[in-house]
């Protein structure tokens, strides 16, 4: 029972002590210069380095050159055929991908060399034979080939001016956005401004609204007091009417019995008028009568 408890015990321990880190395995690819150093230049191991550095650099790569049958003379347009590995990649190599950055990044003109690609930068490739150098038999691949860039494929092709000339025309599109930024900035600067002026002149307008309120109000209340006096006076107009006619219609009974007790008094004064004339009429009379007595008596 104890050599089995120190045996757990033993595990456990193992169990909970920190594995060490693994270390990467580095191997540095062969110095062919050291090879042939060494007296190792024709050796297997050589040409097959040699065989591998050649594969990385250049690759399965032909010309292709048009020859005149006549004069058995090869003419100035040739290609480069890259070649794959199998029918289920593409060519690959440092030649190849050397070529096909160059022209990714900085697009291509008219009479230059170019990787074909299609409309979404992919390349064209076809299907092709070559002879396995193991197996001497023939398998499929697939293959490239360059071309001469003509005026149509720098007019059709998205990718004749290059990534760099995306670049550069980004960046002057950015010089362009920045110089409308200010632009933007300066126009919200001068809105800003115009805001603040409207919100002074709403706040103006906002106290003579407050301003305008009050005395709409007091106009009100001296619409009301003038409409309470003009009842009062219409009232008091209204008291004078009736004390008016209540004074002519006195006046006018004052009147009549005044011009009543006048034409009493006109009356009486000419009775005692005719009667005054009547009597010194009659005196006159007499008064002739004793006249014209005296002058006969006087004239006898």
Known sequence: ALIVGLGAASTANAQQQPQSPKLPAETFLPD???LSKNGKGNSDDYNNILSQYHNMII??????????????????????????DSEKTRPSSMLFDQILTNQMLNGFKEGQPIIPVDENGNIITREDEIVDPGTK????????TTKIATAEDVANSPYSRGI????????SISHEVND???EINIYNEKQTDAIDALNKASSENTQNIAKNQEDIADNINNIYELAQQQDQHSSDIKTL??????????LSGHLIDQKADLTKDIKTLESNVEEGLLDLSGRLIDQKADLTKDIKTLES
Not at 164 to 171: A, F, M, S, T, V
Not at 241 to 250: R, S
Request: hydrophobic content about 30%; glycine content about 6%; charged content about 35%.
């Open 32 to 34: 062919l210069g050291e």
């Open 180 to 182: 409308y930024l200010k």
């Open 241 to 250: 009417k009736k004390n008016v006619e209540e004074g002519l219609l006195e």
């Open 137 to 144: 038999s023939k398998k499929k691949v697939r293959s490239v």
């Open 59 to 84: 690759g399965k790569t032909s010309f292709i050159s048009e020859v005149d049958n006549a004069t058995q003379q090869t003419n100035d347009n040739t290609a480069l055929k890259f070649y794959s």
């Open 164 to 171: 760099q000339g995306d670049i550069d025309e980004l960046y």
